[in-house]
């Protein structure tokens, strides 16, 4: 583009002429050429569009373990090689997009989640003359769109291998674990982690963030018979060591007995969405009939059934002994070992669910893909 009639006009024009695009095409015209991707991703376009652009819906990929494990072994090399980027979905192109993080300065990094637009990665030691500090882990928040990105206060090691992080409004965080949680705000005047008891029954499986409400399920039953059941809290009430609400209800009824191995996304308008195994029946090794998504408003905390997996297609998960959920919003994503391709649950305008395949996965892996809703923004400031 070097030569183009394009660069003889002023940059002002250039900015006119690209904001009447969608956040879709913006993000496609930024992969052209190395000026166009400058021009678009300069503070005065960003600002001229940051109140035009609705955020573009995404899914992202996690790296898989194995890409993530040759990573920290070959720590040496900079995290700028080829398998440092995002690879992101559009359900409306069918097309896979590759937003590189080459720009971020560390020995390695894996991105865990997103929120507004920002990504969350778990990052170890930025790269400088003092070397990487050993035995810690960073949080990293950034925009990969703009490439901008900013350094939450250091970690142990340990909250990056046993803790999940859930991100709500921009700029607050909180990792939790069976044992204990900590949360960080950045409207907080102290630059550090506030650490308080969780207090949880058991290891929390798929913790959500969804408004002030964190949601969590554990395993109640005994060694040999799993019983799930849902609890609830709030960061507030964490930090004063207020104790877990179970949310139950006697119309539930057998609701967390039918469903073998359960996982919990946030869905749209402040609903849950559960998502596990139908059990064929309530024998202690039942197999299951099928997947299924049920969804949890509430305001009324009443169960509704959002969608089931069709015959034909949970047949190749049925041959596979472990699946993934990945997802959120109107969107649900499915992985299996051997599957090869990834299921997509997909609710539209009219509130009805469909389902399809999504083929072309980059990246090597054992099937188990892992991954995140993200929100593509291009004025979300870290």
């Keep these: 583009m070097e030569f183009s009639p394009l660069n003889r006009l002023p940059q002002d024009t250039i900015h006119q002429i690209f904001s009447h695009l969608t956040l879709r095409e913006i993000i496609i015209s930024k992969c052209v050429c190395k000026s166009l991707n400058s021009t678009l991703s300069s503070p005065s376009f960003l600002h001229l569009i940051s109140t035009q652009q609705p955020p573009l819906s995404l899914l992202a990929l996690r790296p898989s373990h194995r890409t993530h494990s040759h990573n920290n072994n070959n720590s040496n090399n900079n995290s700028s090689n080829s398998n440092s980027a995002l690879h992101v979905f559009d359900t409306m192109l069918n097309y896979w997009f590759r937003f590189p993080l080459s720009f971020l300065p560390f020995r390695s990094h894996y991105p865990i989640t997103s929120s507004h637009g920002l990504l969350y990665l778990w990052a170890e030691g930025p790269t400088g003359p003092m070397g990487p500090t050993a035995n810690s882990k960073t949080l990293v928040v950034c925009n990969p769109l703009t490439r901008q990105f900013k350094l939450l206060p250091q970690l142990g090691s340990a909250w990056c291998k046993h803790g999940s992080v859930l991100v709500g409004s921009p700029n607050q965080v909180l990792v939790l674990t069976e044992l204990a949680a900590i949360y960080f705000s950045g409207s907080m005047t102290a630059n550090n982690w506030l650490k308080f008891s969780s207090n949880l029954p058991s290891k929390p499986r798929s913790p959500i963030l969804i408004s002030d409400s964190i949601l969590a399920l554990c395993d109640v039953g005994s060694p040999w018979r799993s019983q799930w059941k849902l609890f609830r809290s709030t960061v507030k009430d964490l930090q004063f060591s207020q104790q877990w609400i179970r949310l139950e209800k006697h119309e539930w009824g057998d609701i967390f ?34 997947i299924l998504i049920l969804r949890l408003d509430m305001e009324c905390l009443e169960w509704e059934e959002a969608g089931r997996m069709p015959p034909e297609m949970f047949r190749y998960f049925q041959d596979s002994s472990k699946f993934k959920v990945f997802g959120g919003g109107s969107r649900v994503c499915f992985s299996g070992k051997r599957v090869g391709r990834l299921a997509l649950w997909e609710e539209n305008e009219c509130g009805k669910g469909e389902w399809r395949w999504i083929s072309g996965i980059p990246g090597n892996s054992d099937g188990l893909y892992r991954g995140f809703v993200f929100e593509a923004r291009l004025n979300a400031v870290p």
């Design 257 to 290: 007995d039918i469903m073998k191995r359960p996982r919990l996304l946030a869905g749209k308008n402040d609903k849950v969405l559960m998502i596990g195994g139908l059990k064929s029946s309530y024998s202690l090794h039942s197999t299951c009939s099928t």
